[in-house]
């Protein structure tokens, strides 16, 4: 487990589904390259329990280069979520650039089948970490 010390964090709403996403740098290669932690907290705010599918997440540094993760899961784990629960979700990115960000959208299905998306918040990567360059406001 990545342990976090920075508790500036964004948010993104997609109808009852909260998720919010903090970052931190946890390493430099050198001044081109950096490793960067993120954590996302996934929040079922709705009446119906849902699954998290898949992952559609990309990470676009300021030199145009993208990275994208289109997977199922999210470490070989699919979790469900009952109203009120919480799923926190960690990874790394390894960028080149003195900036990027991270951005996309999660797959989630309700115990009928329907499928819809859920929207990341724009999580910048960057040395203003602290402050994030992108101030969020919830998608409805």
């Known amino acids: 487990m990545l342990e976090f010390e920075n ?28 490793l960067w932690g993120y954590c996302l907290r996934i ?10 599918l898949k992952k559609d997440f990309c990470v676009a540094n300021d ?7 289109l997977s199922f899961g999210f470490h070989g784990e699919i979790p469900d979520l009952e109203p009120g ?3 926190e979700y960690e990874d790394t990115a390894f960028i080149e650039g003195n900036a990027a960000v991270l951005y996309g959208s999660c797959v989630a299905a309700t115990a009928d089948g329907t499928e819809f998306s859920v929207k990341l918040p724009i999580v910048p ?15 409805h």
């Open 85 to 87: 629960e919480i799923f």
């Open 7 to 34: 508790f500036d964090y964004v948010t993104a709403q997609t109808g009852d589904i909260m998720v919010s996403a903090f970052q931190e740098k946890l390493d430099e290669a050198d001044d081109n390259h950096a």
């Open 125 to 139: 990567l960057n040395s203003l970490c602290n402050h994030p360059i992108l101030p969020q406001k919830s998608v």
């Open 63 to 69: 030199k145009g280069d993208r990275k994208y993760d």
């Open 43 to 52: 929040e079922n705010n709705s009446d119906q329990k849902i699954r998290l």
